[in-house]
Structures are given as structure tokens and as C-alpha cells.
């Protein structure tokens, strides 16, 4: 029901899993509310132990139609508008009363059980890497999904991590799949891909010998499209409401045009252009872009593009980033030696330690307590070796109550104990 207060319209709807079979409370649903304009407010529900639950929803003026939909608890706002989730219409005119009145909805045993294998977790390994293999560590990687249609392309990040001393980095996102209505390609942001469409036009030359190939759009547009419809009529208008997925195959021929085929156009994968069809994607097609701050300037040294793409990722993958920019270049002036990178002193992140600068060295005058000296046993945490990209630093020390730092005398730091994690040198044992 709905009730009206200090131009205030609260909607509660009722959900009811009470009917599934090997019913588990623990899984939620995910609920949304969305309005004409594409606007939503979204709610995660829990079901109680016999199966039931309820989203509410809070407005500050009347909402209007909204559309119900319910589906899996990880769900993205946009994945919840694919056809394998349950939507119900509230019509305008129910609110002119301060009590609507919805009859709970049903969550099915189909429904239910498919929402669990809906969404899954993938993970995504690499390296990042110069052109002569040396690691780029400390840069940031961003993985994008990519949707091709026709010669636009669309993409959208769906992971980050951050590369180690290695080069190495991890990272995990969540997937949801399911039939995506028609219209979907409205719903995204495209822009023109030049390289595709050097592909595409002379293939649809080939097919279309006698007809004016329409020139690329920065955005797409069906009507490009009408001369080479022509002959099988005009293009349709967008219906009213949305077409029952079991009537498309009675439909099909009178709406969209099969082109020849052509094994040039199908190795590009491209999404079907046709109006009205469905489409299905279950896994991600992955792009990705490395950033990495060199001298406090933030670079982009891999910039893969939609020809880039690597279709239907595996839930566990590995890749490989190659490096074009000069950021990931060693200084010359290299010092001889092993070489350290540190990442924590006495259980402080190094990059939460400044120090005081413009200020003499003492042991006052301090904003935090990360950035005083430290004294006694100081535990260094790093990575130790030549596959190390060091920062270098030197030690000093002071008398208590002295202001003045000094460098340690030579020879003076022998006290220094060391712990190495790893595979033993020479041998294929796991890490101590």
C-alpha cells in the first residue's frame, strides 16, 4: 500500500518466495522503483524464514508511474531491466488515493534459482610490463566490458586494482547476465569507432553493391539504415509497451531483414542491428586501460581500444599489459647493488609517513604521530632484490632531547635482522 503524509508518498511492496522450493532466507532480492524519466530508487530485501518480505519506498512528491521490478540481490540498477527479472506497472492513477493497495508478488522457483547462477565473480590476473619485459609496478588498472553495434562501440568499467612490486596485480568484479530487451542500445553511451568501420563499409558494399552505404554517425541512428531496408519497408516506430519474448518468432519477418552471410562481419561480432531482437550476454568482453603517476603526473601507458577487445572472458583469467610509455624506465643513475622498495615502518604505510619539510629535523612539531621519528626497534617491511623499484632512503639518529639528526656512521647499521617470505632459491617448495 501507499500513504500520503507532509508531502510524503511511502510505497510498500509486498514479496512472497513462500512457493520455492529449497527456499534459503539467506539470499536477497534486490528491488526497484523506476519512474518514467529513467529515474530509480533501488532497495535490497531479506526474506524472513516463510519466505516473505517487503520494499519500501519513500517519495517526497507523487511518483506518477513507476515500474516494479524485482531481481537478484547483486544486480546492477541497469541489470535489473533485462527480461529475466519480474516487473509489475503502477499506474499513475493509483495515486490519487492516500492507500494503494498491491497484491504481494510471487517470486518463482524458476525465478528464484536462476537469480543464483545469474551473477557470478570473475577474476581477472596479470602482469604489467615495459616493452623489455622490466615490471611497472605501482600503476593503476582499469577494466572495462565492451559492447560493439555496427561501427559504435560502448564500454563500461567494471573492475580496478593496483599493480604490485612485480608488475602483478588481482582483480575481481561481479557479473550478471540475462536477456536484454531491444531497446537496450538506447539505455548506453556510444561513440564512433573509426577502425570498425574501415572494416565494416567495404564488407557492406559487397552485399549491397547498388545502394549508398550510409557514412558513420558519432551516435547511432536507425534511420541510416531505411535505404537498405527498403525493400522490406520502412522502420517501425517503438511500441507501447514491451513485446512478450514468445511472440518475437511470429513477428521476426515483419520487422527485421537478414543480411547474407558474411564471415568478415560475423568475426567482428557485432551486436545484431536489427530493431527488435533480444540480446543475450552472459560474460564479459574486456578491454583495459593502465595508468601509472610519473613525476606527479598521472599517464596513461596502456590504452587498449574495442579492436582490443578479449570476447567471453572465463571466470578466471590471465593477462598481460604491455607498457608504451617511457614512465616505466629506470633512472640512469641507478646505484649499484640491490635495491629496496619500502612499504611500512613499525606498522605505518609509507605513504601515510611526510615528515615535517620546511622544518629542522626534531622530535616535536609533528601534525600526526605518522610522520615523527621513529626510535628503538624499528621493523622496515619491503621488497628486497633487483626486481625491486626502489625509493631510497638513508638513516639518521639523535641524541634524546637533541634536535639535530646526523647521518649513521658508516658501518654502524650491523644489527639488522632479516625474514624472507617466498619459494625457497632453487627448489619448487612453496612459501616459508
Keep these: 500500500m501507499a500513504s500520503k503524509g507532509k508531502e510524503q508518498y511511502t510505497l510498500t511492496v509486498p514479496l512472497d518466495a513462500s512457493g520455492v522450493e529449497d527456499f534459503q532466507p539467506e539470499q536477497g532480492v534486490r528491488v526497484a522503483a523506476i519512474s518514467r524519466d529513467g529515474s530509480a530508487l533501488v532497495r535490497q530485501v531479506k526474506f524472513d524464514k516463510s519466505g516473505r518480505g517487503q520494499a519500501s519506498f519513500t517519495f517526497r512528491e507523487k511518483p506518477g508511474h513507476l515500474k516494479i521490478v524485482v531481481g537478484p540481490a547483486e544486480a546492477s540498477t541497469e541489470d535489473l531491466q533485462g527480461m529475466q527479472t519480474i516487473s509489475q506497472e503502477l499506474s499513475a492513477r493509483l495515486w490519487r488515493d492516500d492507500v494503494v493497495n498491491l497484491p504481494a508478488i510471487a517470486i518463482s522457483s524458476y525465478y528464484w534459482h536462476w537469480w543464483r547462477r545469474w551473477c557470478r565473480t570473475f577474476t581477472v590476473r596479470g602482469r604489467v610490463v615495459c616493452p623489455d619485459g622490466r615490471p611497472v609496478p605501482g600503476a ?245 632484490g633487483n626486481l625491486a623499484q626502489a625509493d631510497y632512503y638513508k638513516f639518521q639518529s639523535a641524541p634524546a632531547g637533541s634536535p639535530a639528526f646526523t647521518d649513521l656512521p658508516a658501518g654502524s647499521m650491523l644489527g639488522i635482522s632479516r625474514q624472507y617470505w617466498g619459494p625457497k632459491l632453487g627448489t619448487s617448495d612453496p612459501a616459508d
Excluded at 520487422?255 to 543475450?280: E, G, H, I, S
Excluded at 574495442?306 to 572472458?313: A, I, L, P, S, Y
Aim: glycine content about 6%.
Design 140 to 384: 593503476t588498472v582499469r577494466a572495462f566490458d565492451v559492447d560493439r553495434w555496427w561501427w559504435w562501440c560502448s564500454k563500461q568499467q567494471v573492475g580496478t586494482a593496483v599493480t604490485d612490486a612485480h608488475g602483478i596485480f588481482e582483480m575481481k568484479f561481479r557479473w550478471c547476465c540475462g536477456w536484454w530487451p531491444w531497446y537496450w542500445w538506447r539505455l548506453r553511451h556510444w561513440h564512433l569507432e573509426p577502425e570498425l568501420a574501415e572494416q565494416i563499409v567495404p564488407e557492406l558494399q559487397k552485399v549491397f553493391p547498388r545502394e549508398q552505404i550510409p557514412q558513420p554517425t558519432p551516435q547511432p541512428d536507425f534511420a541510416q539504415f531505411a535505404s537498405l531496408l527498403a525493400d522490406e519497408g520502412t522502420l517501425a516506430d517503438r511500441p507501447v509497451g514491451p513485446i512478450e519474448p514468445a511472440r518475437l518468432d511470429n513477428i521476426r519477418d515483419a520487422l527485421v531483414t537478414k543480411l547474407p552471410l558474411n564471415p568478415a562481419l560475423a568475426q567482428l561480432r557485432l551486436w545484431p542491428w536489427f530493431p527488435w531482437y533480444p540480446w543475450w550476454d552472459c560474460t564479459p568482453d574486456l578491454i583495459f586501460q593502465v595508468t601509472q603517476v610519473c613525476g606527479g603526473t598521472t599517464k596513461v601507458i596502456v590504452d587498449e581500444g574495442c579492436g582490443d577487445t578479449r570476447f567471453n572472458v572465463p571466470t578466471e583469467s590471465t593477462v598481460t599489459l604491455v607498457a608504451h610509455d617511457a614512465c616505466c624506465i629506470e633512472p640512469d643513475n641507478t646505484p649499484d647493488g640491490n635495491c629496496v622498495v619500502l612499504s611500512m615502518v613499525c606498522s605505518t604505510v609509507m605513504n601515510q609517513i611526510h615528515g615535517n619539510p620546511g622544518a629542522p629535523a626534531g622530535p616535536a612539531g609533528y601534525t600526526t604521530f605518522n610522520h615523527r621519528p621513529f626510535g628503538g626497534n624499528v621493523l622496515i617491511s619491503g621488497q628486497f
